[in-house]
Each structure stands twice: as C-alpha cells, then as structure tokens.
Nanobody, 125 residues
Framework: QVQLVESGGGLVQAGGSLRLSCAAS????????MGWLRQAPGKEREFVAA????????YYADSVKGRFTISRDNAKNTVYLQMNSLEPEDTAVYYC??????????????????WGQGTQVTVSS
C-alpha cells in the first residue's frame, strides 16, 4: 500500500502563490508516476500535473502550463506543486495521487491507484 499526505493549501488573492507538498510512503513499483489533480465544487475531478518519479519528466494541463511547476525530492519521498499567478478558477481541493501502471493515461483521474486526503486551495478576487 502507498500512503500519501498533502499539506500547504490555503487562501490567497489572485496573482499570489502557494506551494503544496505530498509526503509518500509504502511499497514501490516498477513504474511510478506522481500526480496532482483537483476538484472544484460541483465539477468533475481533473488532471493538473504529473511527474515520472525516476526520470523527472513532467506533464501539465493546458490550464496551468507556465504557471505551475511539479517537482520531487527522492531523498524525502516528497512531491511538490509550486503554484504561481493563481486565478479564482484554480480554487479547488487538490489531491496528490500515484499511478503505478504504464503512465499512458495520466490525464484521466480514474487511472490513478492511490490518493491522498486532499488540501483546499482558495483564490479570491
């Protein structure tokens, strides 16, 4: 089993920044991608960003590309999401998730195998 614990959410004004963290523990797999996904009130859960744990290759939703950066610290078993130039449309619960198959469906929330509890991000104005 993989355990994921998010932190770093909060309330910021439009144009501001937040940094989310996700501490991971548990078993490892032959293929391992970590992702951030979000769900706004009344909307479907959607892909935000993902990273190949070993190679560091990154993937982003068009809506956040150029504003958000995903990264990882292998020694700390932690994945980060740096969010800059935040917009009210970014308001959502943000989830850390792990995909342990082939990484071909990273933009589909249903492809992820393990999930954290989520952390609230609210952008005002």
């Amino acid at each position: 089993q993989v355990q994921l614990v998010e932190s770093g959410g909060g309330l910021v004004q439009a144009g501001g920044s937040l940094r989310l963290s996700c501490a991971a523990s548990g078993r490892t797999f032959s293929r391992y991608f970590m992702g951030w996904l979000r769900q706004a009130p009344g909307k479907e859960r959607e892909f935000v960003a993902a990273i190949n744990w070993s190679s560091g290759s990154t993937y982003y939703a068009d809506s956040v590309k150029g504003r958000f950066t995903i990264s990882r610290d292998n020694a700390k078993n932690t994945v980060y999401l740096q969010m800059n130039s935040l917009e009210p449309e970014d308001t959502a619960v943000y989830y850390c998730a792990a995909e342990v198959n082939n990484g071909r469906r990273l933009r589909d929330p249903h492809a992820y195998d393990y999930w954290g509890q989520g952390t609230q991000v609210t952008v005002s104005s």
